[in-house]
């Protein structure tokens, strides 16, 4: 009942307007936990216990407790708040913090970023998704662990670090490069030539 009832007010509250009702079916942002409270008038919601959103193709976060933000405001006339242009203003996930982002390329490839942490924290201003508690941020090419905080900016598609960090890089991204071939001479040695 609780996810029946959460879904068809984050329907209103959650998807973008669109022009047809079949766009609206496929802006779908699905959430789903075992306890909830919404604050409609303020547009704070708070879900915990087996916490799971997804947003089918780009997002999916699951975690112990999440707190989002989605500012209201009144138009005149209207008892009902209504969602200021329908943009999450911040979200904070934690405990036991998973999270999947899909990332489509330039070239039409679609790159899948894994990350990890005891808490999450998310602005919508500047687009940094903040990990901490043992975070760890998995990519394709790599993965960094820190230990006290990494920092991953969306819109750049960069990380960053507080407190040290270590970067496990995978072996096939140097493919190609002479720096670890050990079949060829190095260059630029003053070894002497053979005769």
Known sequence: MIRSL??????LFLIPASGSAQALQQDKILLSATNCVLELEKGVYHLWDHVRVEAPGILLIT??????????????????????????QSLIASGNVAIDLIQVGG?????????????????????????????RIETPSGTMI?????????????????GSYRIELKADILKGSDLFNRTKAPR???????R
Not at 111 to 127: F, I, L, M, P, R
Request: charged residues 20%.
């Open 146 to 162: 820190g230990t006290e905080a990494l920092i991953y900016d969306l819109k750049s598609r960069t990380m960053r670090n507080r």
């Open 188 to 194: 630029g040695t003053n070894a002497p030539k053979s």
């Open 63 to 88: 975690c112990d407790d999440l707190r989002a933000a989605i500012p209201q405001k009144k138009t005149s006339g209207t008892q009902n708040p209504i969602p200021t242009d329908g943009k999450l």
């Open 107 to 135: 070239n039409g490839t679609t790159n899948v970023v894994h990350a990890y942490g005891k808490q999450a924290e998310y602005g919508s201003q500047e687009e940094i998704l903040i990990l901490t508690g043992d975070p």
């Open 6 to 11: 959460l879904l068809s007010l984050l329907a």
